[in-house]
């Protein structure tokens, strides 16, 4: 590594932690409908949202109120977007009168915007118009983490209020952090990209003859505002195929720095969030610390996999150098790995090199990072809700220990909270394995594998592990456009969206009815160093327990087939 490598690093962390309290506090106030600089700008904005949807904002529903408005409102999303990819050729904006999706294409797509994921099985700027990107997948990428956050904040009430029948109004805490949580801040990233080279146009694709004498078709489009939301929102689809590493998403290594810097901004503020709703900051910075322990044992481990060489160059004609392949060589091996780490750990599925060129140690750090449940930083909203049921568990974890009933914040967990926590560590295994198993067993689901042994293996586990994380990022190597893939791993985004956010919501209704007991002396600590230990270890062991068998048949066989 070099001198500038360190200084990606530096400057990485610079622009995500120093910023993220002050946007913590005010995601609060905005969540809260308490004044802040933007209110008298967005503020009349916002009467006029409910005014038109019919809204009294100062109506609060039950869990199970909140619950259904978050299902009729994703349904409704679902249903338009998949009517767009089915219709494109009748819409607007299609200057290059591109066909409809295919119906099992349209569904997986339709499914993969709406549920937060952003998976993609074709090329944007060859298969979506204008319209398409604009109308249907920008503004999911808007309202699916708009639903995240939303859930959060109702986990948030839940945990602090006392005696509640209520955890807030869906509508309100939607159109509050889509107006203020996401919408300024994806005006100054899009003004930003556009600066750094990101088209943002309704012009047709230019036709132009390279050095070489063959044409070429270089694809537009109105790209850098969605770019802005994929990131910001932690969505991560790419307006063109190749994703951030097409110079038109990704220009410059100012772009680069910004736009990975912006995938983790709001879930790390959001933590800072937590922490004004409880009255006690010191609960964040324990939280923030566990994330940023994984996050720098992950990136260690794939940092120090990526620079070794390959032994199966080794040749006295060869110079061992950390192999290029698949690497974004604009940036270096440092900041793709730097990239696919973020990713992973964020629940963005932007990429900038090639998943299936990395080493088997550095595929296997971007796995566990989406196995153990996007929560190291995670995504909008989700991944602190993620967090917290984690939190959860190690608390009750450590009532066991010292034999006493596990209480976290004052709030008691009994048979029901702990029921739901159970059901929340399903998701996962049923969304990867159970389905991963039927993929690796179908004949016609294995002719999609681009490599035989564990590296094959490896690209269906990833698959199924990032729909099922909501993570949307590919392993590539397999062709996932087919009705299976688009039908299955469609299936494991609607697992692992909704079979967190349904039992996140009934715990959180659960904890906000239960009375406060004071904290004493004898309470377990939730902010010490202990803690810290205890919730990493508790985090790494639920997932080693759940998916190192299946680790072990893909990227470790085919790390120790390496020889290193």
Not at 88 to 111: M, R
Not at 418 to 424: D, G, I, P, S, Y
Not at 430 to 449: K, M, N, T, W, Y
Not at 482 to 495: A, D, E, K, S, V
């Amino acid at each position: 590594m070099h001198s500038y490598d360190y200084a990606l690093i530096l400057a990485f962390f610079a622009l995500v932690l120093l910023p993220a309290p002050f946007l913590g506090r005010f995601y609060y106030r905005v969540m809260e409908g308490r004044r802040t600089w933007l209110t008298p700008v967005l503020g009349p904005v916002e009467k006029v949202c409910y005014r038109v949807a019919g809204v009294d904002p100062g109506t609060e529903q039950s869990w199970q109120k909140y619950t259904l408005a978050l299902l009729a409102f994703n349904l409704a999303g679902f249903v338009l977007l998949f009517a767009i990819l089915l219709l494109q050729q009748y819409l607007p904006l299609n200057p290059q009168q591109l066909p409809g999706q295919e119906w099992t294409q349209a569904f997986n797509t339709a499914v993969s915007f709406v549920t937060n994921t952003n998976w993609q099985s074709y090329s944007g700027e060859a298969t979506l118009s204008y319209f398409s990107q604009m109308a249907g997948l920008t503004v999911q990428n808007f309202v699916s983490a708009a639903t995240g956050l939303a859930v959060l904040v109702a986990l948030c009430r839940g945990i602090s209020r006392r005696s509640a029948q209520t955890l807030g109004n869906f509508w309100v805490d939607m159109t509050r952090a889509t107006l203020y949580g996401l919408l300024p801040l994806c005006l100054v990233l899009a003004l930003f990209l556009v600066w750094q080279g990101v088209p943002q146009t309704f012009a047709h694709y230019v036709n132009a003859l390279t050095l070489q004498g063959a044409d070429q078709v270089i694809p537009l489009g109105p790209a850098a505002s969605q770019i802005a939301i994929k990131q910001l929102g932690t969505n991560g689809g790419g307006f063109f195929g190749v994703n951030s590493a097409h110079p038109f998403e990704n220009p410059s290594a100012w772009s680069n720095l910004f736009e990975m810097a912006s995938i983790i901004l709001i879930p790390v503020a959001l933590v800072f969030t937590f922490g004004h709703y409880v009255k006690d900051l010191r609960q964040s910075r324990a939280i923030i610390a566990c994330m940023l322990a994984l996050f720098l044992i992950g990136g260690g481990t794939a940092l120090y996999a990526e620079y070794q060489p390959n032994p199966t160059l080794n040749s006295p004609l060869v110079e061992q150098t950390a192999p290029l392949e698949g690497k974004e060589v604009r940036f270096g091996t440092t900041g793709t790995v730097l990239w696919t780490e973020t990713t992973t750990a964020a629940s963005n599925g932007s990429v900038n090199g090639m998943h299936d060129s990395l080493n088997p140690l550095g595929g296997m750090v971007a796995l566990v990072n989406m196995m153990v449940g996007e929560v190291i930083f995670g995504g909008v909203g989700a991944g602190l809700y993620g967090m917290l049921l984690n939190v959860l568990i190690a608390v009750f974890l450590a009532g066991l220990m010292i034999g006493r009933t596990p209480e976290y914040l004052g709030k008691k967990l009994q048979a029901k909270e702990v029921q739901l926590l159970v059901v929340t560590l399903l998701v996962m295994p049923v969304g990867v394995l159970v389905l991963g198993a039927i993929a690796a067993v179908l004949p016609s689901a294995v002719a999609s594998v681009s490599n035989p042994g564990p590296h094959g293996f490896s690209q269906i586990l990833y698959a199924f592990t990032s729909a099922s994380a909501n993570n949307g990022s590919a392993f590539a190597g397999l062709s996932a456009n087919t009705p299976f893939y688009n039908l299955m791993l469609g299936l494991g985004m609607l697992i692992g969206r909704f079979g967190y956010i349904l039992p996140v919501l009934a715990l959180a209704g659960s904890l906000a009815m239960k009375k406060t007991a004071p904290i004493g002396q004898d309470s377990f600590p939730t902010h010490g160093p202990l803690f810290v230990a205890l919730l990493t270890v508790t985090i790494l062991l639920v997932g080693g327990l759940t998916f190192l068998p299946t680790l072990a048949l893909g990227p470790i066989a085919e790390q120790l087939t390496l020889g290193f």
